[in-house]
T-cell receptor, first 117, second 110 residues
Framework: ETGVTQSPTHLIKTRGQQVTLRCSSQ?????VSWYQQALGQGPQFIFQ???????GRGNFPPRFSGLQFPNYSSELNVNALELDDSALYLC????????????????FGPGTRLTVL | QKEVEQDPGPLSVPEGAIVSLNCTYS??????FMWYRQYSRKGPELLMY????GNKEDGRFTAQVDKSSKYISLFIRDSQPSDSATYLC??????????FGAGTRLFVKA
């Protein structure tokens, strides 16, 4: 087990609603990244948080937002849900030792399966 | 054109076969190359990590990176039914953003 946990496991929402997904990082990890994985596709980077600040963002609209808390747990919020938001949402924690220069091992949680009807 | 191209398969092999998985990429700035394994209903798990060009071996797994051809490979020797999973290649330039391939589904038949 990687120690990264996510909740809930599954979620069903309707179009236009808002959703909050939660992630608890592996102990000692101060960086969390969120990914969206559509069926049959690889994970797509949404954003990363490092010590409670957004550290970088992928090509996702502003209705995807996040938070990281002092204990390094994290939330992903999605507003105005669309049908295409149906996917597996993964969080991954890491503990950069190189100032964020890259290549740090990421530990993934099991994901939250979101279905938008 | 996607930054990282990976054949989705599926790839079906008999137990004991050597499996070859590969990805091509277009961004010459990629420096870090990873292979992840993802079982059904689970998150990806890091298998191999390579910095820049070269080979790396870990047990039955060998990762190769050829930056001149923008081509990376993962070889699995003596494949087992428990190796049946989706294999994702991933790359980074250095920084925060990891780019994944679409994943190749592998089935190893007993």
């Amino acid at each position: 087990e990687t120690g990264v946990t996510q909740s809930p496991t599954h979620l069903i929402k309707t179009r236009g609603q808002q959703v909050t997904l939660r992630c608890s990082s592996q102990s000692g990890h101060n960086t969390v990244s969120w990914y969206q994985q559509a069926l049959g596709q690889g994970p797509q980077f949404i954003f990363q948080y490092y010590r409670e600040e957004e550290n970088g963002r992928g090509n996702f609209p502003p209705r995807f937002s996040g938070l990281q808390f002092p204990n390094y747990s994290s939330e992903l919020n999605v507003n105005a849900l669309e049908l295409d938001d149906s996917a597996l949402y993964l969080c991954a924690s890491s503990n950069p030792t190189s100032g964020g220069a890259g290549g740090e091992t990421q530990y993934f949680g099991p994901g939250t399966r979101l279905t938008v009807l | 054109q996607k930054e990282v191209e990976q054949d989705p398969g599926p790839l079906s092999v008999p137990e004991g076969a050597i499996v070859s998985l590969n990805c091509t990429y277009s961004n010459s700035a990629f420096q870090y190359f990873m292979w992840y394994r993802q079982y059904s209903r689970k998150g990806p798990e890091l298998l191999m990590y390579t910095y820049s060009s070269g080979n790396k071996e870990d047990g039955r797994f060998t990762a190769q990176v050829d930056k001149s051809s923008k081509y990376i490979s993962l070889f699995i020797r003596d494949s087992q039914p428990s190796d049946s999973a989706t294999y994702l290649c991933a790359m980074e330039t250095g920084g925060f953003k990891t780019i994944f391939g679409a994943g190749t589904r592998l089935f190893v038949k007993a």
